[in-house]
């Protein structure tokens, strides 16, 4: 939780092709602003451990899935929160993912290629199953709307668990508790809706969460229950 260099704010400057939450401040807006600055004004939250009420709102526009779209599930929810939000907050991922050791099976949102990965590895377990005459057993979990089904009681948990600074936990549950979003249609907006479940979707502090939440699914893994490759145990992709 120390104070945010320029050389950070830097490193996570939003793309300019990115749409503005709901306060209108555009990237191109925010990249007039010296990068010094916005480390002032980041640090000036870190040492409040909180954002200003105003950036705790986001817009969520749905999108349809498919033609005729009528029920809830046939829309895709796209929310958006300010870029500066979005800046500071890719500063604190990018902290974390420098710091936060998760397990080496875990592919999502990680700089590697975790598909390619996932590919040869599942092609080289049936080469050699085949090879060698051995059967070989698979199992796949797809958990439906994964992202919104986590706890916000379980973020903070697995936040302490992993050892993220008191400071930090504190800040994020502050942020969990006072987020709110307003629905937005064809000339039209919703009234607040505060959830109450789910990591924030469109933050870039999410993705890190959401991974420290289901290492803890690894960590329920039998480490000798696998496929045996000389002296190597495959047992998660």
């Excluded at 104070?3 to 704010?9: D, F, G, N, Q």
């Excluded at 929310?79 to 974390?96: L, P, Q, Y």
């Excluded at 919104?148 to 502050?174: C, K, N, T, W």
Aim: charged share 20%; proline share 8%.
């Amino acid at each position: 939780w120390d104070p945010v260099s320029s050389k950070e704010v830097e490193q996570a400057l939003p793309p300019l092709g990115t749409a503005p939450g709901p306060d209108s401040f555009t990237p191109k807006d925010f990249r007039a602003v010296p990068s010094a600055v916005w480390a002032c004004i980041f640090n000036i939250f870190m040492l409040c451990g909180r954002l200003p009420d105003y950036l705790l709102e986001s817009r969520t526009t749905l999108i349809p899935k498919r033609d005729g779209a009528c029920n809830p599930e046939d829309f895709r929810p796209i929310t958006v929160s300010s870029v500066v939000v979005r800046c500071f907050h890719k500063v604190i991922a990018n902290r974390m993912s420098r710091h936060i050791q998760l397990d080496p099976r875990q592919k999502a949102f990680r700089s590697l290629d975790g598909c390619s990965e996932g590919v040869f590895l599942l092609d080289f377990i049936l080469g050699h199953a085949r090879r060698n005459h051995r059967p070989v057993h698979l199992a796949s979990l797809d958990v439906a709307k994964a992202f919104d089904s986590v706890s916000h009681a379980a973020i903070l948990d697995v936040l302490r668990s992993f050892g993220v600074p008191d400071q930090m936990v504190e800040y994020i549950a502050s942020v969990y508790a006072g987020s709110r979003t307003r629905l937005q249609g064809d000339g039209w907006q919703s009234h607040a809706i505060h959830p109450t479940c789910g990591v924030k979707q469109g933050d870039p502090l999410s993705p890190m969460i959401f991974n420290m939440v289901i290492d803890r699914l690894f960590t329920l893994f039998p480490r000798d229950t696998g496929v045996s490759v000389g002296d190597t145990v495959l047992n998660g992709m």
